[in-house]
T-cell receptor, first 113, second 113 residues
């Protein structure tokens, strides 16, 4: 759902390891979900998306898993690299007089070389 | 094809002044969204516009804030009589049809002194 005023949780991983970033979404009627990456001083960048009729989708080094039963999304990054260090946001599309995208609170990924 | 262009990148205003933030969507995109981001927080939806129409302004503060997307020219987010609490990064995104994940600009960082 909407982000709240908390410091971002941080995930620290060793270079080459796999990373898993988790997210809970709020609206059971949402049918489209997106993961974004935001580097310092930049706007969010699209990584991967998934529709509600799927439970898994793979991209290059990234996989998104969707569990509609518990309203949970995860982003898996294989062989994490220093360039993956950023804040990652999950987002859900909400249909309300058109559509809009609502962002989760975000997770900061820190990759140790 | 240039991406979403926002200007200025940085804007400093004294309390009580007006701030005007501009967003030029990607070519061919007629849907524009404005988001606000406080440090260490996620993006909070403000307003969704199509050409000459406000579709959803549920995230806009009731006073001092307004947005437009005229037939010609960029979308404008206007903040009147700015206060210190308005200091944030303001991001614009655009999409071609409003039904898929969209492209973000690099944001305008507003500082109110």
């Amino acid at each position: 759902g909407e982000s709240v005023g908390l410091h971002l949780p941080t995930l620290s991983v060793q270079e080459g390891d796999n990373s898993i970033i988790n997210c809970a979404y709020s609206n059971s009627a949402s049918d489209y979900f997106i993961w974004y990456k935001q580097e310092s001083g930049k706007g969010p960048q699209f990584i991967i998306d998934i529709r509600s009729n799927m439970d898994k989708r793979q991209g290059q080094r990234v996989t998104v898993l969707l569990n509609k039963t518990v309203k949970h999304l995860s982003l898996q990054i294989a062989a994490t690299q220093p360039g993956d260090s950023a804040v990652y946001f999950c987002a859900e599309n909400i249909i309300a007089g058109g559509f809009k995208t609502i962002f989760g609170a975000g997770t900061r990924l820190f990759v140790k070389a | 094809n240039a991406g979403v262009m926002q200007n200025p990148r940085h804007l400093v205003r004294r309390r009580g002044q007006e701030a005007r933030l501009r967003c030029s969507p990607m070519k061919g995109h007629s849907h524009v969204y404005w988001y606000r981001q406080l440090p260490e927080e996620g993006l909070k939806f403000m307003v969704y516009l199509q050409k000459e129409n406000i579709i959803d302004e549920s995230g806009m503060p009731k006073e001092r804030f307004s947005a437009e997307f005229p037939k010609e020219g960029p979308s404008i987010l206007r903040i009147q009589q700015v206060v210190r609490g308005d200091s944030a990064a303001y991001f614009c995104a655009s999409s071609p049809q409003g039904t898929e994940g969209y492209t973000f600009g690099s944001g305008t960082r507003l500082t109110v002194v």
